[in-house]
């Protein structure tokens, strides 16, 4: 099915540990997101890229880098993973026309613990 | 400041009854869009319904429907006939109004619960 695609679901890290949580959609949207969500929260922006080799910071990006060097592909990176981390991840994809038309697609999200 | 406010942290409704759960934005961008979605327990965000700021009716979706307000800028999630399948996480959520940036911002969301 067309969408998004966030890997991987669930994932334990220790403390200082570094990763990768992958996102591809498929749907040639030129933006694309990563948010985070904390309890009591909603989502809160971490970083966001406005089409291919164009990223930049959104609310809360400490900690995190990303790059986009292809449509499809938005990978987010946790350069030394602390407990402030933990958290669920949304990465999703947007499209908006002149017309004002507009859709987001989220991915099914990652829960991150960080012990 | 851009921001969504969701008032009701936790709602209760009765099976098959009717349940509003509330909205209030402040934008600068006098083109918007507002959209809400669910979050079951299961953790995904399901797009529910769309109002656009120029829309001359609210919008409706099935069960769901905006009860669009605009000079009071409200935004209000009209469920009807309330299932239990309805128990989720609300959020409502707007487009960033710093350019087409093709971000969304968030309230906090209100948890409603369905009583059989």
């Known amino acids: 099915n067309a969408g998004v695609t966030q890997t991987p679901k669930f994932q334990v890290l220790k403390t200082g540990q570094s990763m990768t949580l992958q996102c591809a959609q498929d749907?040639?949207?030129?933006?694309m997101s990563w948010y985070r969500q904390d309890p009591g929260m909603g989502l809160r922006l971490i970083h966001y890229?406005?089409?291919?080799?164009?990223?930049d910071q959104g609310e809360v990006p400490n900690g995190y880098n990303v790059s986009r060097s292809t449509t499809e592909d938005f990978p987010l990176r946790l350069l030394s993973a602390a407990p402030s981390q933990t958290s669920v991840y949304f990465c999703?994809?947007?499209?908006?026309?002149?017309?004002?038309?507009?859709?987001?697609?989220f991915g099914s999200g990652t829960r991150l613990t960080v012990v | 400041a851009q921001k969504i406010t969701q008032t009701q942290p936790g709602m209760f409704v009765q099976e098959k009854e009717a349940v509003t759960l509330d909205c209030t934005y402040d934008?600068?961008?006098?083109?918007?869009?507002l959209f809400w979605y669910k979050q079951p327990s299961s953790g995904e965000m399901i797009f529910l319904i769309y109002?656009?700021?120029?829309?001359?009716q609210n919008a409706t979706e099935g069960r769901y429907s905006l009860n669009f307000q605009k000079a009071r800028k409200s935004a209000n999630l009209v469920i009807s006939a309330s299932q239990l399948g309805d128990s989720a996480m609300y959020f409502c959520?707007?487009?960033?109004?710093?350019?087409?940036?093709?971000?969304?911002?968030f309230g906090k969301g209100t948890k409603l619960s369905v009583k059989p």
């Open positions: 999703a994809s947007s499209y908006y026309s002149f017309t004002g038309e507009e859709g987001y697609t």
């Open positions: 749907m040639n949207h030129e933006y």
């Open positions: 890229s406005v089409g291919a080799g164009i990223t």
């Open positions: 934008t600068s961008d006098p083109s918007y869009g």
């Open positions: 109002q656009g700021s120029y829309d001359q």
């Open positions: 959520a707007m487009r960033d109004d710093r350019g087409s940036q093709g971000n969304l911002i």
